[in-house]
Nanobody
Framework: QVQLVESGGGLVQAGGSLRLSCKASGSISNTIARGWYRQPPGKERELVALINNGGTTTYADSVKGRFTISRDNAKNTVDLQMNSLKPEDTAVYYC?????????WGQGTQVTVSS
């Protein structure tokens, strides 16, 4: 079993930065990718960034150039560096491990960007 715990969320002014971290416990075997998703108030959950085992990254157009996803296999973490934050980035951010035979989700961490 894999359990994910997100940290680093909070309140920040527009233009500021936050760094989210997702710590995984349990075996990371069969993990093929790790990512961050978010769910803004009143909206559906959406992909923010994804990184596969080869280090290839994918970003939503809305965050491209501002957010950076990274992983640390030794620490078993995946981070999301968020720069130049905008009010529309306000959401609950969720860590996801894409793993065989099933995926795992964290509980989410709130990010609020004030204008």
């Amino acid at each position: 079993q894999v359990q994910l715990v997100e940290s680093g969320g909070g309140l920040v002014q527009a233009g500021g930065s936050l760094r989210l971290s997702c710590k995984a416990s349990g075996s990371i075997s069969n993990t093929i990718a790790r990512g961050w998703y978010r769910q803004p108030p009143g909206k559906e959950r959406e992909l923010v960034a994804l990184i596969n085992n080869g280090g290839t990254t994918t970003y939503a157009d809305s965050v491209k150039g501002r957010f950076t996803i990274s992983r640390d296999n030794a620490k078993n973490t995946v981070d999301l560096q968020m720069n130049s934050l905008k009010p529309e980035d306000t959401a609950v951010y969720y860590c996801k491990v894409v793993r065989l035979p099933r995926d795992y989700w964290g509980q989410g961490t709130q990010v609020t960007v004030s204008s």
